[in-house]
């Protein structure tokens, strides 16, 4: 019921936001004219109400050039694998310089695992536009779930770990081996896939990068695990998983709402969204465009959100924040035949691991990703390293400067130490 009423608001609210945005355009025409103060005003407070009242559909990448070794080159979004809740989105670069190609050929294959939590793999923006510097690079594009039918059937963690194994499978198949870099959430399924295909003698990637994940969410719990911990997995089926409503392609679909996610992360920090849109409205009155454009570029993301099939949300709180499955050695995972097959860490022999935190990290606290150290007991300590951004908080470690300046720098130097350590390579691509 409360996701036909959300919509039902929605719907009543859209008309006011697209006379707000009128309104605003109206009043800032006239403000440009030289007309009074109160114009810039009038226009700046519609603007306002607009981008409060709007929907926010899903964003775009938008990568459109990098540069690599100081050359621009260009690049081609395209979709490689597409599954019933996911997409293997590649990001393909171009040049017509020959020692520019022989470069972009020779560098790492990278998956990089978007967490389902929400937001969009957009939100890794930055760090796929950063990582295109000197790699090749996949990322896992989740699907809203209220657009899948429910002739597709359901989705399970289990399918999560799958996805992820059969996309692993397909750049080695295609370029030998890779690397895989996994953002808060999809640590601890990716974790899962890379044991099951060890524990079952498969070739693992050359390395696996954990950034602000939840391995074991028992160490510094937030406020996001206090949440998990502190409600039973009965109030949480009761509470907060609704059916999509008819209009949309999963009518009928039980899913956790993206708007109750959203209302949640906003719940957190009210304080600030609430000061970050009265420096918004006090830029626009004076005229500062770059700090309203970064304001609009924010919460362009961060307020476009997604619906999760409910058995995957629930499963994932009962596995990784309740019962802790994974680091108490009871995790196991159905296979596609229908048989389940113990997660062992402690298999992983020939997979690089490095993890990485941010100080100030709200959402996974500390030790929690660290914790992976703790479980793949049969890397060697070579091919182990642990990397703590100072003054970093939850978004800082993959997206904004510490990112770019700090973590990237790492993260690319301990791919390089992987690729030169292990004689699988990545082989040649046609890139």
């Known amino acids: 019921m409360l996701y036909h ?24 025409q006239g403000a440009a004219l030289g007309q009074t103060p109160m114009a810039q005003r ?61 470069t972009l050929k020779s560098q790492p294959v990278v998956l990089v695992v978007a967490p389902l939590s929400g937001h969009y793999a957009t939100l890794l923006r930055d760090t796929v536009r950063t990582l295109l510097q000197g790699h090749q690079v996949w990322i896992t594009d989740w699907t809203n779930a209220r657009l899948v039918p ?3 059937g359901e989705f399970h963690l289990d399918d999560y770990v799958h996805y992820v194994e059969d996309f692993i499978r397909h750049l080695q198949a295609e370029y030998g081996n890779c690397h895989v870099i996994s953002v808060c959430q999809p640590t601890v399924p990716v974790l899962a896939a890379v044991s099951l295909m060890a524990s079952r003698g498969e070739k693992t990637p050359l390395s696996m990068t954990m950034m602000g994940g939840p391995i074991d969410a028992r160490k510094s719990p937030t406020a996001v695990n206090n949440l998990a911990m502190n409600k039973s997995f009965e109030w949480f089926e009761s509470n907060v998983i609704y059916r999509v409503p008819d209009g949309f392609p999963g009518a009928g679909r039980r899913v956790y709402p993206g708007f109750l996610q959203h209302t949640g992360f906003v719940a957190m920090n009210p304080e600030n969204h609430a000061s970050s849109h009265c420096d918004y409205f006090e830029n626009l009155i004076k005229g500062d465009d770059a700090s ?8 362009d993301e961060y307020n476009a959100v997604l619906d999760m099939d409910a058995d995957y949300y629930l499963e ?26 113990p997660v062992r860490p402690q298999d992983i022999h020939s997979t690089g691991l490095l993890t990485v935190e941010g100080e100030l990290d709200d959402i996974s606290g500390s030790g929690q990703t660290r914790a992976a150290h703790e479980l793949c007991t049969g890397v060697s300590a070579e091919a182990r390293r ?41 082989g040649e691509s046609s890139e």
């Open 42 to 102: 009038m226009a700046a407070g519609y603007d306002l109400l607009y981008r409060l009242g709007k929907d926010y559909e899903k964003p775009e990448f938008g990568i459109k050039t990098v540069k690599v070794d100081g050359h621009e080159v260009v690049i081609h979004e395209s979709v490689e694998i597409e599954k019933p809740f996911c997409q293997l989105r590649r990001f393909k670069r171009f040049t017509d310089q020959p020692e520019t190609l022989k």
């Open 292 to 299: 309203a454009e970064a304001h609009r570029k924010f919460y």
């Open 150 to 152: 429910l002739s597709q």
């Open 386 to 426: 642990h990397f703590e951004v100072e003054g970093a908080g939850h978004y800082g470690i993959f997206s904004g400067r510490r990112w770019r300046e700090q973590v990237y720098p790492e993260v690319r130097a301990f791919i390089a130490q992987q690729e030169r350590g292990n004689p699988r390579g990545c």
């Open 316 to 341: 994932t709180i009962r596995t990784v924040f309740q019962k802790f499955d994974l680091v108490n050695g009871t995790w196991e995972v159905r296979n596609p035949a229908g048989e389940r097959e």
């Open 5 to 28: 009423l959300h919509e039902t608001q929605r719907s009543l609210m859209e008309p006011f936001a697209d006379f707000a945005q009128a309104a605003s355009k109206l009043y800032g």
